[in-house]
């Protein structure tokens, strides 16, 4: 698991140079999805929609899913960060390579999960519905972030470290001023991950009634109206590489200056 | 709410077993014939594209952007042409697949040191001649770390694909949300969860001694 440490750094040009920021490349992502949602628009205005089609491929049906897919996905991932990043960073204060190995290991096991197990389990011992969907998206991207946190942290040159102590940092400062700016590209890289997973998954979250745009795309199947289907899946498709564009925005915005 | 009893899910797994069995050949199978095309169709691409910047970032960004899209929403895009069943799941975990693999095929590639390029060209090999009897040997444990990865991403999308009727252990897993609030609930989504994450963690191990055994001899450490 080496060589790709994020499956959705998608152009790989973090080759450490800063590059300028608004670079025409930037703008290929949401070109592309403007591009795919007016087809999808035109698509739909050019084909008679039949009642059950009318029900559900309307604006306030649609930005009702939206909504719930966005929020399911928004706060999963800020409870993730709230409770991940803190715990991989004072994980990586113990010096205890038990504990990290361990960690580590679970991490890896998590990883091998799949997440609809994960959520319909926890729907079967405790509850259908939106609760649930969050624990389970929780639990199942906590992992991972702990996992970039506790690996950024560790991946600081020991000599960096020993010329920041050289200096007459406390430990407290050599965290705060030097292993975290430069554990921030590594964790943000965990945290994008976890947020394109959460838009994944929150689409799956409707087998287990918690809404969402997976709503659309499970009536279009049941109902064999392929246009329910299919805007469902464009619209989380769209969600899913928009949400990525974002996060690789605030990506190279955070990154420390310098390197 | 179910109530777990491990004396029924013994008695499950025993009445049970060749039903389970079938499915992990199932899941096995759908993941390796994937990985063998995701290999071909990868490595092939990688081979192309390795030394064309253009090509190459264009191809990367293109299977990124195939990596990003949720596996629900990929298997309903393509039910509309290739209906339910396997075919939609073969081809929605190749293109989950081929991230990784092209990825680590170029940089396997890329990473050869020129000066072992030049003394090969030295020795009268064309450029055909270096990408297959030099360049590719050495990549290849690197092109296999991307097929592992590819592997552990997809025994786990190979479990929603049983929604759209594909084959595996998404089965079971599908079948204990449908029996919501029966005896065995539980127990079927926990037999097929618990068989992914074993499939993955299997798989995994045996990766490191396929590429182990693969490996060029003078390159083994």
Known sequence: MTAVTSPNASTGYADGVRERFFTPRRFVTPLVVVIVLGVLLFWLSSIQLDSIEKRTLNIDYIVNRTREHLGLTIVASALVAILAIPTGIALSRTKSRVVRALVLGIANIGQATPAIGVIILLAIIWQTGYSTALVALVVYSFLPVLRNTLIGIQQVDENVRESARGMGMTPNQVLRRVELPLAVPVILAGLRTSLVFCVGVATVATFINAGGLGDMIVNGLKLQRYPVLITGAVLVACIALLIDWVASLAEDRLRPRGT | MTQFDFGRL???WETRGPDIVGLVVEHISVVAVSLLIAMIIGVGVGMLVWDRPLPRSTVI???GVALTIPSLAMLALLIPTFGLGWTPTIIALVMYSLLPIVRNTVVGLREVAPAVMESATGMGMNKFTVLFRVQLPIAWPIILTGVRVAAQLTIGVAAIAAYVAGPGLGTFIFRGLSSLGSVNALN??????????????????????????????????
């Open chain 2, 188 to 221: 079927f989504a926990l037999t097929g969860t618990l068989g992914v994450v074993l499939l993955a963690l299997i798989v995994d191990a045996l990766f490191v001694a396929i590429t182990r055994y693969s490996t060029s001899k003078g390159l083994r450490a």
């Open chain 2, 10 to 12: 013994l008695h499950f």
């Open chain 2, 61 to 63: 960004a293109a299977a």
